[in-house]
Antibody, heavy 127, light 111 residues
């Protein structure tokens, strides 16, 4: 199971920081990446990025300059930092487990997909 | 504007068959797998189809996926009221740096 948490309100130009607690399995598993996706109000899903426990990552090019995803193996938790936010960053933010198809070291990223999602947490950017 | 193109809406009556299309390009759908998700706002998105046409355990066989060239489709047979939701196609995109892209989503209404 995945559970997102964080502040529901962030001021423009500040940093949005969210956590996702993972239960029922180890975040250090060799078969999974971990990632973040968001859905702005009235719009579709937008992929933010994913990270492996070793640090290998893939990011949305349009957000890459403002995003940091971290995988905390000691707390079995993943984190998202999104810097210099604006109203356009208002959304429901989801964390997700990304299955590699097996051992991630043996599968090319084309095989990866989000298979389990959290329920999401709503973040509003407003002064 | 989304990289993958879906119709914004679709509808059908209970028992009908509905097909949702997803159009991409050579950098995504033509060369990579397609995935489909169902999302009811306020809940966790649910994986319906992976790797073009594979169903995860627990997904009814009423749902099926296909791909041809740079396009894909999701078909729902025997439409049920609980299928009313938003549906998103997705794929890896190899342009710029590798990243995942979603379609804009299709709102399915069961009449």
């Amino acid at each position: 199971q995945l559970q997102e948490s964080g502040p529901g309100l962030v001021k423009p130009s500040e940093t949005l920081s969210l956590k996702c607690s993972v239960s029922g399995g180890s975040i250090s598993s060799g078969s999974y990446y971990w990632g973040w996706i968001r859905r702005p109000p009235g719009k579709g899903l937008e992929w933010i990025g994913i990270m492996y426990h070793s640090g290998t990552s893939y990011y949305n090019p349009s957000l890459k300059s403002r995003v940091t995803i971290s995988v905390g193996t000691s707390k079995n938790q993943i984190s998202l930092d999104l810097r210099s936010v604006s109203a356009a960053d208002t959304a429901v933010y989801f964390c997700a487990r990304v299955y590699c198809g097996g051992d991630c070291s043996l599968y090319f990223y084309h095989f990866y997909y989000m298979d389990v999602w959290g329920n999401g947490t709503t973040v509003t950017v407003s002064s | 504007q989304s990289v993958l193109t879906q119709p914004p809406s679709a509808s059908g009556t209970p028992g009908q068959r509905v097909t949702i299309s997803c159009s991409g390009s050579s950098s995504n759908i033509r060369s990579n797998f397609v995935f489909w998700y169902q999302h009811l706002p306020g809940t966790a998105p649910k994986l319906l189809i992976y790797r073009n046409n594979q169903r995860p355990s627990g997904v009814p066989d009423r749902f099926s996926g296909s791909k041809s060239g740079a396009s894909a489709s999701l078909t729902i047979n025997g439409l049920r009221s609980e299928d009313e939701a938003d549906y998103f196609c997705a794929a890896w995109d190899d342009s710029l740096s590798a990243h995942w892209v979603f379609g804009g989503g299709t709102k399915l209404t069961v009449l």
